[in-house]
């Protein structure tokens, strides 16, 4: 069984960074997309980033130039690097294991919370 689960949450001031881990695991035999989303109190979930089982990648319009996406080199973690974060960019960041080819089903993590204040 596939598992989630972000970290790296917090409260910062605007202009201020953060990094978020996504760590995947229980997903054998599998390959798989990496995506982060986000969703304020009131909005619809969206798009952050993305990471695809090939390496490539994608970062929203709205955050590209400040957010970036990479994975470890050293375990299954992939990282959403948060720079300049601003006081829109609050909300629950939630992390999602996309199935690419293999017998795994798509999984969302629990969320981190990042709070940026003014």
């Known amino acids: 069984q596939v598992n989630v689960m972000e970290s790296g949450g917090g409260s910062v001031q605007a202009g201020g960074s953060l990094r978020l881990s996504c760590l995947v695991s229980g997903y054998r035999d599998c390959e798989y997309d990496v995506t982060w989303y986000r969703q304020a109190p009131g909005k619809e979930r969206e798009f952050v980033a993305l990471f695809t089982a090939h390496g490539a990648t994608n970062v929203a319009r709205s955050v590209r130039g400040r957010f970036s996406i990479s994975p470890s080199n050293t375990d299954d973690n992939v990282y959403l690097q948060m720079n300049s974060l601003k006081p829109e960019d609050t909300a629950m960041y939630y992390c999602?294991?996309?199935?690419?080819?293999?017998?795994?089903?798509?999984?969302w993590g629990q969320g981190t919370q990042v709070t940026v204040s003014s």
């Open positions: 999602k294991f996309v199935v690419v080819t293999g017998q795994c089903s798509d999984t």
